[in-house]
C-alpha cells in the first residue's frame, strides 16, 4: 500500500477522534457547573490521557489492518512518541489540579482514603516506570522478553486504574450511562491486549511449522528453515516479517519478528538473522524436528508491482532484499533492481554466491560497499554517503520505491540523503525495529 497525505489525514484525524471519546463521554448530557479553568483543564488532560493509553493498545504494531498504510517500524515509532505524550499529560493531570486548588492533594493522602491513595501513587510510579524501562532498557540490561512483559503490564496497570479512579470521582460520570460507557470503551481496547497475547497464540496452537534445518550461512549468521505441517503454509509478501515462538508451546515469553528471507513461492519459509542475543543465540542449538508457531505477516515493506527497485542494505538487514529477489527470480520478473549492499569486512557479506547468481538471471545491478575493505577490494569503500547513492540513482528515478534496512546511523544517511537527491518520501520505505 503507497504512502498518501490522504491516509496520514485519516488516521491523525482518527487518533485525535478516538483520544477525545473519554472527554465526549464526560461532556455528554447534563454536565455540572464549570469550575475554573486551570482544574477543568487539567481534568481534561486526565480524560485524554487515559484515551491515549487505550490507543497505545491498538497502535502497538500488532494488528495488520492497520500496518499497512505507514509500516510497522513507523507505528513502533509513533507509539513511542504518543506514548510519551500520554504520560505526560497524565502526570500534568495531578499536578495542575493540585497547583490550581490545594484541596486535591487529599487525593494522595491515605489517612483520607487509603485505597485511593495507594493506587494513585502506584499508578504514578508506574508512569515513571514505563518510561524509564523504555527509554534506558538497554542501560538497565532488561532484555527484551522481560522488557516487553513489564510494559505490558503496566499499560494495563495504569489504564485498569485509570478506569476506576474516573468511576470513583464521578464529578462528569455521576450518571450510570456514562460509567458503563467509560468502562466498555477502555474495556475493548484492553481487550486487545488479551486478543494478542491469549486468544492469538490459543488459535495457533494446532498449527505449528516443524523446523527442517539450521545453516549457518557465514560465521554467526544461521538461516532458519521450516515447513507447515498438515496446514497450507502461511501466505506473505516479499519484505514483510513475522513473529517467532520456538518450542512446544506458542504461549512463551520469546517472541521476535523476523523478516522472510525465502521467496514467496517456496513451499518452506526461511529466516536469516544474526547472533546478538539470548534468542538469536540459540539458534545453532536447534534441532530439525522442534516446533516453531508463526504469527503474521506484518509489514508494507514491499514492491509495488509497477516499480522497480532501489535497495539499500546493511548486514543483516539484506534478509528481507534477498525475500524480494528470489521472488522475482521465481516469477521470472524482468523488472530492474539495483542493490547497495554495506557491510564492514568482505567476510561480512551474506549470499554473496547466490546474489552473483541472481545477477545471471535477473535485470540486477549489486554493488558491494566494504568499510574495511583488503588490499585487493575493488568494490565501494567507506560508509554510504549522499554521492554514493547518486552515484547510482537511476536516471528515471520516479520508475523506482526505495528500500532500506540495517543499521540505524545507515538508514537516517539514506533517508535524508533520498530526499536531498529529490525522491519523493511516499517511494521511501524503511524497516527499522529497534525504537528503544
Not at 501513587?121 to 542501560?139: D, E, P, Y
Not at 499499560?155 to 455521576?174: A, R
Not at 546493511?314 to 557491510?343: C, E, F, K, W
Amino acid at each position: 500500500m503507497r504512502y498518501t497525505y490522504g491516509r496520514a489525514l485519516f488516521w491523525v484525524g482518527l487518533y485525535v477522534l478516538l483520544s477525545a471519546v473519554p472527554l465526549g463521554i464526560a461532556l455528554a448530557g447534563t454536565v455540572p457547573e464549570a469550575r475554573a479553568f486551570w482544574i477543568e483543564f487539567g481534568v481534561a488532560l486526565g480524560f485524554i490521557a487515559l484515551a491515549m493509553f487505550g490507543l497505545q493498545l491498538l497502535f502497538s504494531g500488532r494488528f495488520a489492518w492497520i500496518a499497512p498504510t505507514f509500516g510497522m517500524d513507523n507505528l513502533l515509532h509513533y507509539h513511542r512518541e504518543t506514548g510519551i505524550v500520554a504520560m505526560v499529560f497524565a502526570l500534568a493531570h495531578p499536578v495542575i489540579l493540585m497547583l490550581a486548588e490545594p484541596e486535591f492533594l487529599a487525593y494522595l493522602d491515605p489517612t483520607v482514603n487509603f485505597l485511593r491513595a495507594l493506587f494513585l501513587s502506584l499508578v504514578t510510579v508506574a508512569i515513571l516506570l514505563i518510561i524509564a524501562s523504555s527509554l534506558c532498557r538497554l542501560s538497565f540490561k532488561l532484555n527484551y522478553e522481560w522488557w516487553r512483559l513489564l510494559h505490558g503490564a503496566l499499560s494495563l496497570f495504569i489504564v485498569l486504574v485509570g478506569i476506576g479512579h474516573s468511576v470513583q470521582v464521578s464529578h462528569y460520570l455521576e450518571p450510570l450511562w456514562k460509567q458503563g460507557a467509560i468502562v466498555l470503551v477502555m474495556g475493548a481496547a484492553m481487550y486487545l491486549v488479551f486478543h494478542t497475547r491469549i486468544v492469538r497464540p490459543w488459535l495457533s496452537r494446532k498449527k505449528p511449522y516443524r523446523l527442517t534445518g539450521i545453516k549457518e550461512e557465514i560465521p554467526r549468521r544461521w538461516t532458519m528453515t521450516v515447513e507447515a505441517q498438515d496446514f497450507k503454509r502461511m501466505e506473505f509478501v516479499p519484505g514483510q516479517f513475522a513473529w517467532i515462538t520456538v518450542g512446544d508451546t506458542p504461549f512463551s515469553l520469546q517472541q521476535h519478528p523476523f523478516s522472510f528471507a525465502s521467496s514467496a513461492r517456496e513451499r518452506t519459509i526461511r529466516f536469516t538473522t544474526k547472533e546478538v542475543g539470548d534468542f538469536t543465540e540459540s539458534w545453532k542449538h536447534m534441532k530439525p524436528g522442534m516446533k516453531v508457531f508463526l504469527e503474521g505477516p506484518f509489514g508494507s515493506f514491499t514492491p509495488k508491482p509497477d516499480s522497480h527497485l532501489f535497495l539499500v542494505m546493511g548486514g543483516i538487514g539484506v534478509t528481507p532484499a534477498m525475500s524480494m529477489l528470489r521472488t522475482l527470480r521465481d516469477d521470472q520478473d524482468s523488472r530492474h533492481a539495483i542493490l547497495l549492499y554495506a557491510n564492514v569486512t568482505a567476510g561480512d557479506i551474506l549470499f554473496r554466491e547466490e546474489l552473483e547468481e541472481l545477477r545471471k538471471t535477473l535485470h540486477l545491478d549489486v554493488v558491494y560497499l566494504l568499510e574495511d575493505p583488503p588490499d585487493d577490494w575493488d568494490g565501494e569503500t567507506g560508509r554510504v554517503t549522499q554521492e554514493l547513492l547518486e552515484k547510482y540513482l537511476p536516471t528515471k528515478s520516479g520508475e523506482y520505491t526505495y528500500f532500506t534496512c540495517g543499521p540505524e546511523p545507515m538508514m537516517d544517511v539514506v533517508e535524508i540523503s533520498l530526499r536531498n537527491l529529490g525522491i519523493d518520501w511516499r517511494r521511501i520505505y524503511t524497516e527499522r525495529f529497534e525504537i528503544v
